[in-house]
């Protein structure tokens, strides 16, 4: 399944008898417009763009950017964070039990000897793995910083600020629980979506000066947690910096939001439309191409409901110029109808 962002286009969705890197090349290079990829970590799709990159090269043609979809490693964080926490909590469930145990024979008159070094053991294990959940804890909120447009500080991030934060906090996200999301922080294509912000802003064209500030502008409003008297007094003097220096600057400011929107660093809205697949194929005993197909088209034909994209279609949204009609209307007309009304759209001024 492929899926364009922006416009939540499902581009393309076949059933095959295997995931492989051989068959997501095969699907890649149906798609020469490709630019950039965000993907999860699965094998047969990692092998697939490793795949489709080289016959570029080979080719002369544009690379392939590779970003590792965030959703998925901030999701494996999360549950490293809860078996961590799990460990600690029942590590001190278990000496608070042998300490009431090792009490009750002291109150009953029995003799503790070779029970309070036990006990001991237990409290001292539960403490060692308290103070590692809660190391890792502050380690990962660190961590998700990184995957951030802006620093904690306010700063436009970049790939260098990112892997210096990840490699300061991986030796507190130890042991086999971690084992995963640590291998995903270390993949260079994990910060690949940061690789895009810097040209893409400096296409704009903006002055430098203007363009700091709007970045500083930008910044506080994405990380509302920043906001105090001296923060707002500091995005006051930009204000008036930027009034003076550039009477349009609002415009300024919404071409660069449209830049940091633009640059997309997860895969959900596959998931999300994957979800909504998934949920029609229980409603079948078997789920063809056929069926497939006609579900893609419906998706692509159908109006959103609520959001930014209210009252738009997918294949609106990505420049295909239909006819206002319903989706059955659409199933109606024969190939020769549909190419008829196309032509007649392209041709209507």
Same mark, same amino acid.
């Given at each position: 399944?492929?899926? =364009?962002? =922006? ?19 095969? =699907? ?70 042998? $300490? ?7 109150? $009953? ?11 001991? $053991? ?19 909120? +660190?961590?998700? /910083? ?14 260098? +600020? ?11 996200? /130890? ?65 008036? +910096? %930027? ?24 895969? /959900? ?5 994957? /979800?909504?697949?998934?949920? @029609? @194929? ?9 069926? %497939? ?18 009252? +738009? ?37």
């Amino acid at each position: 399944m492929v899926v =364009e962002p =922006e416009s939540l286009c499902w581009m393309t969705g076949r059933m095959v008898k295997a995931r492989d890197g051989v068959t997501w090349a095969e =699907e890649f290079a149906r798609l020469p417009a490709l630019k950039a990829v965000i993907r999860d970590d699965g094998t047969g799709l990692g092998r697939g763009v490793k795949l489709e990159r080289a016959r570029r090269r080979a080719a002369g043609q544009p690379d392939l950017d590779d970003t590792l979809d965030v959703f998925h490693t901030l999701r494996e964080g999360g549950r490293a964070l809860r078996k961590t926490w799990g460990a600690a909590t029942r590590a001190l469930e278990c000496a608070d039990v042998a $300490q009431k145990g090792l009490d009750r024979r002291g109150r $009953q008159g029995r003799s503790r000897q070779g029970h309070g070094t036990a006990t001991s $053991q237990l409290w001292h294990q539960a403490e060692q793995l308290w103070d590692q959940a809660t190391a890792a804890e502050t380690a990962w909120k +660190q961590a998700r /910083s990184a995957f951030e447009f802006f620093t904690p500080e306010g700063r436009l991030n970049d790939r260098g +600020q990112a892997e210096a934060v990840v490699a300061a906090v991986l030796p507190h996200l /130890s042991g086999a629980a971690w084992a995963k999301t640590r291998r995903l922080l270390l993949r260079r294509e994990s910060f690949t979506f940061l690789d895009q912000v810097r040209p893409r802003l400096a296409d704009l064209g903006l002055d430098p000066d203007v363009l700091s500030a709007l970045l500083d502008l930008e910044g506080l409003h994405r990380q509302p947690w920043r906001r105090s008297a001296a923060t707002r007094a500091w995005a006051l003097v930009r204000t008036v +910096q %930027l009034t003076k220096a550039c009477p349009d600057w609002r415009e300024d400011a919404r071409r660069v939001r449209a830049v940091l929107r633009g640059v997309w660093r997860a895969s /959900s809205l596959v998931e999300c439309v994957n /979800s909504v697949a998934r949920m @029609q @194929q229980a409603r079948h005993r078997k789920m063809t191409q056929g069926l %497939l197909d006609l579900k893609r088209l419906y998706w692509n034909l159908r109006r959103f409901r609520v959001g930014r994209r209210k009252d +738009q279609t997918p294949y609106g949204l990505l420049g295909l110029d239909l006819p206002e009609l319903s989706f059955w209307e659409f199933l109606k007309l024969t190939p020769e109808e549909l190419r008829e009304k196309l032509s007649t759209q392209q041709v209507a001024p």
